[in-house]
């Protein structure tokens, strides 16, 4: 049985068929301390562990289905999600068609994706941060997330079908914004060797240094990838987690001057 969702939290837009439900949590609603207040999810980030099982439990009450909490270490592994699947199960990116199951990804800057096919056979999502997103040669997190996305949709419609693509719904969540985003020359060739056209989304900064759209990024990526239906984070100044400070944690605004970040989780399930 599902709780009340925290009027803060944000609850995508986008045309999802009914049993198809995400949330993407705030700082509000937790019992986490400074300077992790309060919704904190994550129990890697030397909060109270006792803090962050109450969170998490706040939140599985509210949603009325599991999420499962993986180990995100910036890497492409994506995991199929079941019942059984342990949190701590170490991925980047998750997959499920079992209700009451949620794909969770945790972020403090890095940006979460969410999929859903158009008939809520199968949902997903991914962990995003420049490293993941970037991936080796072109082929990153949200590649490796739609291989396993596709090849479920596949399984469970009995085959037979095509243009998975073209019948995907992405939604992208908060994130550092293109104002924060500072990067080294590295991170821009990362992106740009295997597609020169990505150099789009990087403005010159201070000292030989880049400001990176890390969502336009993404759009790019899922496009590349025939994903056209993408909705959330429009790069704008509201999806930014650095400056909004009250309501995001975000890892790089408060880890040197408060000596820690909490962790907000976007999620997607079947109900």
């Known amino acids: 049985m599902a709780g009340a969702l925290h009027p803060d939290w944000i609850v995508p837009d986008w045309p999802v068929p009914s049993h198809v439900h995400a949330v993407c949590t705030t700082r509000a609603g937790g019992v986490s301390l400074p300077p992790w207040d309060s919704l904190n ?16 439990a ?7 289905a599991r999420p499962v909490f993986l180990r995100q270490v910036h890497g492409l592994v994506v995991q199929h999600l079941e019942a059984a699947t342990l949190d701590g199960t170490e991925a980047d990116a998750c997959v499920t068609s079992e209700p009451g ?7 403090a800057d890095c940006l979460p994706v969410l999929l859903s096919d158009r008939q809520g056979t199968v949902v997903g999502a991914a962990h995003a941060g420049w490293r993941g997103l970037a991936g080796d040669q072109g082929f990153g997190v949200l590649e490796a997330l739609f291989q396993a996305f596709e090849a479920q949709v596949f399984a469970r419609r009995g085959g037979g079908e095509s243009a998975v693509a073209a019948d995907t719904l992405a939604w992208l969540g908060p994130c550092i914004g293109p104002q924060a985003f500072e990067v080294g020359s590295e991170v821009r060739e990362a992106f740009c060797a295997p597609d020169p056209g990505a ?11 880049f400001l990176a759209d890390l969502p336009a990024l993404a759009r790019r990526r899922l496009r590349r990838l025939g994903v056209e239906a993408i909705y959330g984070n429009d790069s704008s100044a509201p999806w930014c987690t650095v400056s909004n400070t009250s309501r995001f944690f975000s890892y790089r605004r408060d880890q040197l001057v408060l000596g820690g ?3 907000l989780a976007a999620c997607v399930w079947l109900g």
């Open 41 to 56: 999810l994550g129990d890697h980030v030397q909060d109270d562990l006792a803090a962050v099982a109450a969170n998490r």
């Open 261 to 263: 970040s909490g962790r």
């Open 101 to 107: 199951v949620a794909c969770a990804i945790m972020v």
């Open 199 to 209: 150099a789009q989304h990087f403005r010159p900064g201070l000292k030989g240094k």
């Open 58 to 64: 706040i939140l599985h009450q509210a949603i009325g």
